[in-house]
T-cell receptor
Framework: EAQVTQNPRYLITVTGKKLTVTCSQN?????MSWYRQDPGLGLRQIYY???????DKGDVPEGYKVSRKEKRNFPLILESPSPNQTSLYFC???????????FGPGTRLTVL | GDSVTQMEGPVTLSEEAFLTINCTYT??????LFWYVQYPGEGLQLLLK?????DKGSNKGFEATYRKETTSFHLEKGSVQVSDSAVYFC??????????????FGQGTILTVHP
């Protein structure tokens, strides 16, 4: 089944404790992206990747890191999480920028 | 920078009413435009798209036309159903120039349809 998977789905952590949210797609998509969704603010792009080893900042990259060592994986790293990073995070992938983005199920992160 | 502005919500309609959700954008170059829908507790799904001026995207009775002269991509449906209740997001993606591939969403419009 073609899909985007994210793990974990739910995470409660404390300020400063490094964490990684994994994202994997099995559709051989070139484009992958991370978003955060906050009430009243819609979705905001954190980072995106047009291909392996190519990543670019979205609108809200501060406090996040990404890497794209393999085509299928695009992990999101929070080196030192803070409470303002409490949010719902979505990973997405698409064949190209002109195509539909397929979204993962979301990761709800709470930073205490 | 690029931006997408959607009409303020929430929007509440009766079944079979006509729907319009306004979307305007600011961007350099020639972005591609999308409407996504998010049903309660789910991720986003593509509803329709348009990749160049005057293109009309359509799906499931929804339509939107890429109007470059008014920088708009308004979503319409002639007769809404209760099952259309969801959050609707307008989005653009840069198709050239600096920030190529950067995607910007509007803030979302909550639609509730009553029987």
């Amino acid at each position: 089944e073609a899909q985007v998977t994210q793990n974990p789905r739910y995470l409660i952590t404390v300020t400063g404790k490094k964490l990684t949210v994994t994202c994997s797609q099995n559709m051989n998509h070139e484009y992958m992206s991370w978003y955060r969704q906050d009430p009243g603010l819609g979705l905001r792009q954190i980072y995106y990747s047009m291909n392996v080893e190519v990543t670019d900042k979205g609108d809200v990259p501060e406090g996040y890191k990404v890497s794209r060592k393999e085509k299928r994986n695009f992990p999101l790293i929070l080196e030192s999480p803070s409470p303002n990073q409490t949010s719902l995070y979505f990973c997405a992938s698409s064949l190209s920028i002109y195509n539909e983005q397929f979204f993962g199920p979301g990761t709800r992160l709470t930073v205490l | 920078g690029d931006s997408v502005t959607q009409m303020e919500g929430p929007v509440t309609l009766s079944e079979e009413a006509f729907l319009t959700i306004n979307c305007t954008y600011t961007a350099t170059g020639y972005p591609s435009l999308f409407w996504y829908v998010q049903y309660p507790g789910e991720g986003l799904q593509l509803l329709l798209k348009a990749t160049k001026a005057d293109d009309k995207g359509s799906n499931k009775g929804f339509e939107a036309t890429y109007r470059k002269e008014t920088t708009s991509f308004h979503l319409e449906k002639g007769s809404v159903q209760v099952s259309d209740s969801a959050v609707y997001f307008c989005a653009l993606i840069k198709a050239g120039g600096t920030s190529y591939g950067k995607l910007t969403f509007g803030q979302g419009t909550i639609l509730t349809v009553h029987p």
